[in-house]
């Protein structure tokens, strides 16, 4: 069974820096690809980033390009998702999600959809204050 553990969330100005982390256990880490999701209290999760398992090929949200970066070590099996000029609606709770996408999907057609993930982490807060 893949677990997935978030840490590195907490509470910083607006334009400060977080790192995130994102620790996978219980199977072939580079077999897997990872995403992250956020979701805002009153609001639908949504898509952030995500890598795929060699970590060569990656994807992010409209709301965050430029500043947030994903990245992953394999030999740690963890992926990262350093948040830079952070603003208050960055604030959420942050989940990071795996998935093989075996069984025909495409990492392409499928990375920005949440449940297509099958495994997920229990959240890491973010907030962010003006």
Same mark, same amino acid.
């Given at each position: ?26 199977? =072939?880490?580079?077999?897997? =690809? ?20 060699? !970590? ?6 409209? &709301?965050?390009? !430029?500043?947030?970066?994903? &990245? ?36 392409? &057609? &499928? ?20």
């Amino acid at each position: 069974q893949v677990q997935l553990v978030e840490s590195g969330g907490g509470l910083v100005q607006a334009g400060g820096s977080l790192r995130l982390s994102c620790a996978v256990s219980g199977g =072939a880490f580079v077999r897997y =690809a990872v995403g992250w999701f956020r979701q805002a209290p009153g609001k639908a999760r949504e898509f952030v980033t995500a890598i795929t398992g060699d !970590g060569r090929d990656t994807r992010y949200a409209d &709301s965050v390009k !430029g500043r947030f970066t994903i &990245s992953r070590d394999n030999a740690e099996n963890t992926v990262f998702l350093q948040m830079n000029s952070l603003k208050p609606e960055d604030t959420a709770a942050y989940y990071c999600a795996a998935d093989s996408f075996a069984g025909g999907r495409t990492w392409y &057609s &499928s990375a920005t959809i949440g449940n297509e993930y099958r495994y997920w982490g229990q959240g890491t807060q973010v907030t962010v204050s003006s």
